[in-house]
Nanobody, 116 residues
Framework: QVQLVESGGGLVQAGGSLRLSCAAS????????MGWFRQAQGKEREFVAA????????HYADSVKGRFTISRDNAKNTVYLQMNSLKPEDTAVYYC?????????WGQGTQVTVSS
């Protein structure tokens, strides 16, 4: 099992920034990648960004490219999502995701609200 704990959500004005953190614990060996998804009210969960557990490969949804940056600190088993130039349409619950041999794991989610 892998446990994921997110933090860093909150309320911010349009154009502002937030940084989300996701700390992983448990059976984190054989981890392939970690990422972030989001789910706005009344909509399906969608991919935001992902990063390989080793190496530099990153992937972003077109809607966040150039504004969001995903990074990781392997020593702390933590992944970050730096969100800049936030827009009201970025409002959603953001979920951390871990992909390892044997399963995919989710955090409990953290609310991000961007006011216009």
């Amino acid at each position: 099992q892998v446990q994921l704990v997110e933090s860093g959500g909150g309320l911010v004005q349009a154009g502002g920034s937030l940084r989300l953190s996701c700390a992983a614990s448990g059976r984190i060996f054989s981890m392939h990648a970690m990422g972030w998804f989001r789910q706005a009210q009344g909509k399906e969960r969608e991919f935001v960004a992902a990063i390989a557990w080793s190496g530099d490969n990153t992937h972003y949804a077109d809607s966040v490219k150039g504004r969001f940056t995903i990074s990781r600190d392997n020593a702390k088993n933590t992944v970050y999502l730096q969100m800049n130039s936030l827009k009201p349409e970025d409002t959603a619950v953001y979920y951390c995701n871990a992909n390892r041999s044997g399963g995919i794991y989710w955090g409990q989610g953290t609310q991000v609200t961007v006011s216009s």
